[in-house]
Every structure is written in C-alpha cells, then in structure tokens.
C-alpha cells in the first residue's frame, strides 16, 4: 500500500506561480512513478505530468509542457509539482497518484496508477 498526501496548491492571478507536494509513505515506489493529474468542475480527469521513480524519466501534458516542473526527491519519498506561468484554465483539482510499475505507453493513463492522493485545489484568477 501507498498512502499519498498533497500539500500546496491555493490562490493566485494569471501569470503567477504555485507549487503542489506530494508526500508518499508505505512501500516502495522504485520502479514505479509518481504522477500529477486534475480535474475541474464539470470536465473530465486529465494528465498533468509523471515521472518514473527511479530513473526520474519525464512525462508532460501539451498544455504544461515549458510552464510546469515535475521533479521527485528519492530520499524524502516526496514528489513536487512547480506551475509557473499559470493560466484561468489550469484551475482544478490537483491529484497525486503513483504506479507501482511503469509502461511508458501509458504514463498519461489515470486507471493505469494504483494509488491517488485527496487533492489539493489551485485556482487561477483572471
């Protein structure tokens, strides 16, 4: 089992910065990944960002891609998730979520990740 926890996320105006943590504790994720996805009210779950645990392999969403950072710290069992550039539309709910094994055809895949954090809301006004 892996029980993640989110921290962060919040309030800013457009162009503004935010960051969303996500603590993991439970067994392993090497040679797993840790993956951020969100959903807004009304829309469906989208894919965000993953990286592979291990060998900190990078996986963005188009529409993040130059705005955002996904990084993860090994030794803390801790993954980040640094927005710049933040946008009206990148309003939702943030979630973490973590794989226990890796298949690079499908690190965008919500169903594909075995374990999800509560969420933290980020909200970006205009």
């Known amino acids: 089992q892996v029980h993640l926890v989110e921290s962060g996320g919040g309030l800013v105006q457009a162009g503004g910065s935010l960051s969303v943590s996500c603590a993991a504790s439970?067994?392993?994720?090497?040679?797993?990944?840790m993956g951020w996805f969100r959903q807004a009210p009304g829309k469906e779950r989208e894919f965000v960002a993953a990286i592979t645990w291990t060998a900190g392999r990078i996986f963005y969403a188009d529409s993040v891609k130059g705005r955002f950072t996904i990084s993860r710290d090994k030794d803390k069992n801790t993954g980040d998730l640094q927005m710049n550039s933040l946008k009206p539309e990148d309003t939702a709910t943030y979630y973490c979520?973590?794989?226990?094994?890796?298949?690079?055809?499908?690190?965008?895949?919500?169903?594909?990740?075995?374990?999800w954090g509560q969420g933290t809301q980020v909200t970006v006004s205009s």
């Open positions: 979520a973590a794989r226990i094994r890796i298949s690079y055809a499908s690190m965008s895949v919500g169903n594909e990740y075995d374990y």
């Open positions: 439970g067994r392993t994720l090497s040679g797993g990944a």
